[in-house]
Antibody, heavy 116, light 107 residues
Framework: QLVESGGGLQQPGGSLRLSCTASGFTFDAYTMNWVRQAPGKGLEWVSYITGNSGTIYYADSVRGRFAVSRDNAKNSLYLQMNSLRADDTAVYYC???????????WGQGTLVTVSS | DIQMTQSPSSLSASVGDRVTITCRASQGISNSLAWYQQKAGKAPKLLLYAASRLESGVPSRFSGSGSGTDYTLTISSLQPEDFATYYCQQYYFTPPYTFGQGTKLEI
């Protein structure tokens, strides 16, 4: 199970930190991802982090502003979101990447709204 | 980056109909393709992976096919619970793992 938290309303230029707490599986054995969905829009992959945090990727739209991290001792995944913009408004999902590459488990999502 | 073009963007159908959704990748992705179903206000749910392999617990009326750059999702006989939005996703090699634009299946 994956449970996200930390969403809310933030002003443009502000920061938020999202969390995703995992249970029911060996967390450090899996690569984790963040995926977002703007209101009424499709899915957009955001970030990827391997089990040992050794490899990290970002979408071009967030690179330099967002930082993904994880604490395997706490079975937790994080997304530090800085310099927020209105177009970052979305539901943010954490998703587990199966060893074959597809996303086999998703959290319920947390809504981030960036508005003045 | 690999682009995914999904069609149609919306589709009207009736219970019992057979429907097909297509997804085209901008380059070959060696069957590294997943299909997800998303209902309003819910997280996406994995339906198929490796283009044609059914996720455990998914009804057999869902099937996938394709190779190279072109892939399809077929629902053989629509049920009321199948009305939702469907997304393809490529997971070939390294990120970005791009999604198709989505197909909204409506009654």
């Amino acid at each position: 199970q994956l449970v996200e938290s930390g969403g809310g309303l933030q002003q443009p230029g502000g920061s938020l930190r999202l969390s995703c707490t995992a249970s029911g599986f060996t967390f450090d054995a899996y690569t984790m991802n963040w995926v977002r969905q703007a209101p009424g829009k499709g899915l957009e992959w955001v970030s990827y982090i391997t089990g040992n945090s050794g490899t990290i990727y970002y979408a071009d739209s967030v690179r330099g502003r967002f930082a993904v991290s994880r604490d395997n001792a706490k079975n937790s995944l994080y997304l530090q979101m800085n310099s927020l913009r209105a177009d970052d408004t979305a539901v943010y999902y954490c998703a587990r990447r199966n060893r074959s590459g597809y996303f086999d488990s998703w959290g319920q999502g947390t809504l981030v709204t960036v508005s003045s | 980056d690999i682009q995914m073009t999904q069609s149609p963007s919306s589709l009207s159908a009736s219970v019992g109909d057979r429907v097909t959704i297509t997804c085209r990748a901008s380059q070959g992705i060696s069957n590294s393709l997943a299909w997800y179903q998303q209902k309003a206000g819910k997280a996406p749910k994995l339906l198929l992976y490796a283009a044609s392999r059914l996720e455990s617990g998914v009804p057999s009326r869902f099937s996938g096919s394709g190779s190279g750059t072109d892939y399809t999702l077929t629902i053989s006989s629509l049920q009321p619970e199948d009305f939702a939005t469907y997304y393809c996703q490529q997971y070939y090699f390294t990120p970005p793992y791009t999604f198709g634009q989505g197909t909204k299946l409506e009654i």
